[in-house]
């Protein structure tokens, strides 16, 4: 008897649950054939915070500059940043200002040149685009443009003169021009600037080379330690002033470039390592016999 009615009440509680569900289930469909717009029976929850996406391939990205192969445009900015600190911390009182370079005295176009030529420094960007023209139309390297600097601050040591807004167009200009002889191997002669710069004689080109050369006491000649040296300067140079390098994803020549160069050092270090090395006489360990002493 209990049995037949615990049967009875399982019956019963499956018949409620049906029922229910076939309601649900014509509301809905009734709902749907009226025509209305039927809005989503589950709600999206609102997004969230936006994540990062990550690359999970193994891309890797390397500054494509180094000393035998600078970049061009961001060494002549540096260069360019180099020569707007000389102008902007040259001493106050001003040092002697030779003829040669003064462009009042030499202009290098026709235009008028102002009366406060000389009281206004230039604008990093204003070097940047005077260095890039001519580097741009004579096809100079990134190597010249550091040659370039050295010259122009070994012209600085020599012939004790400030770098200032009424001489620093001439100094750059004859700076480029002895580099792109000495260091370019396609040199280029002093009518090429002519026709860069369409208003300066092939005359004062000469006189500007010939004072040039003199005033440097005709040392012309960069080590490769010291163009080194102011490579990495540079490179700290831009570093200090947030002018990064461009990043360049890493292909797969230069892969088997860097790789074939990294087993080339390993295999001289293993040389190094397998060379048998004499014995120091200091490390030799000897045994003293000391007498006994018998109490």
Not at 102 to 125: A, C, G, N, T
Not at 208 to 225: A, G, K, M, Y
Request: glycine share 2%.
């Amino acid at each position: 008897m209990v049995d037949e009615c615990c049967l009875l009440s399982v019956r019963a509680q499956h018949c409620s649950r049906l029922k229910a569900f076939l309601t649900q289930t014509f509301f809905v469909f009734c709902f749907c054939s009226s025509g209305k717009a039927q809005e989503p029976l589950h709600q999206p929850s609102p997004p969230g915070p936006i994540r990062r996406k990550y690359s999970s391939c193994s891309t890797i990205f390397l500054d494509d500059c180094t000393v035998s192969q600078p970049n061009l445009k961001y060494t002549i900015k540096c260069v360019s940043l180099a020569i707007y600190y000389h102008i902007k911390n040259r001493e106050a009182d001003g040092r002697m200002l030779l003829e040669i370079f003064d462009e009042r005295q030499h202009p290098l176009s026709k235009s008028e040149v102002p009366p406060d030529y000389d009281k206004h420094d230039p604008e990093q960007k204003q070097i940047y685009r005077f260095v890039r023209t001519l580097f741009s139309a004579a096809q100079l390297t990134a190597e010249c443009a550091i040659v370039t600097l050295v010259y122009l601050e070994r012209l600085l040591t020599y012939a004790e003169i400030d770098i200032c807004p009424a001489n620093w167009k001439r100094i750059v200009l004859g700076a480029i021009l002895l580099a792109s002889k000495v260091w370019d191997d396609q040199a280029v002669w002093n009518v090429d600037y002519c026709q860069i710069l369409k208003d300066i004689t092939v005359e004062d080109m000469n006189e500007l080379e010939r004072q040039f050369w003199e005033l440097l006491q005709f040392n012309i000649n960069v080590p490769s330690s010291v163009y080194a040296k102011y490579y990495f300067d540079l490179r700290s140079l831009a570093e200090a002033n947030n002018l990064s390098f461009p990043l360049e994803p890493l292909s797969r020549d230069k892969a088997v470039k860097l790789e074939a160069i990294s087993r080339l050092c390993d295999d001289k270090n293993l040389k190094k390592l397998s060379k048998k090395k004499s014995v120091s006489a200091d490390n030799l360990t000897v045994v003293r016999w000391c007498p006994a002493i018998i109490s």
